[in-house]
């Protein structure tokens, strides 16, 4: 049974910071990549940030480079979302995903909510202005 756990989201003012983490279980972390998404209400899910397991390969959709870094740590099988700067329009339940095969398919559409395997529960994060 594959499992993520997100964790790290809570309120914030606006400019403030905080850390997402998500931790897979075991088999999930035999996954090629994974990424960071988040939905706002009366919104779709949208890309935020990606990251190849092997190399350490990084995407990240334009509204949030320089203020968000994916990073990943093997040993604990665990990813981060590090937030900076942050502003009221990040306000979103933020989810993790993974996908098992980071094959020519998903290096094309790994922006896509579809191209992932499994899915975390979210972890709300709410920006104060």
């Known amino acids: 049974q594959v499992r993520l756990v997100e964790s790290g989201g809570g309120l914030v003012k606006a400019g403030g910071s905080l850390r997402l983490s998500c931790t897979g279980s075991e088999r999930t972390f035999s996954a090629d990549a994974m990424g960071w998404f988040r939905q706002a209400p009366g919104k779709e899910r949208e890309f935020v940030a990606a990251i190849w397991w092997s190399g350490g390969t990084t995407r990240y959709t334009d509204s949030v480079k320089d203020r968000f870094t994916i990073s990943r740590d093997n040993t604990k099988n665990t990813v981060y979302l590090q937030m900076n700067s942050l502003k009221p329009e990040d306000t979103a339940v933020y989810y993790c995903?993974?996908?098992?095969?980071?094959?020519?398919?998903?290096?094309?559409?790994?922006?896509?909510?579809?191209?992932?395997?499994?899915w975390g529960q979210g972890t709300q994060v709410t920006v104060s202005s």
């Open positions: 995903a993974v996908r098992n095969y980071g094959d020519i398919y998903f290096r094309n559409n790994y922006y896509r909510p579809v191209a992932y395997d499994y």
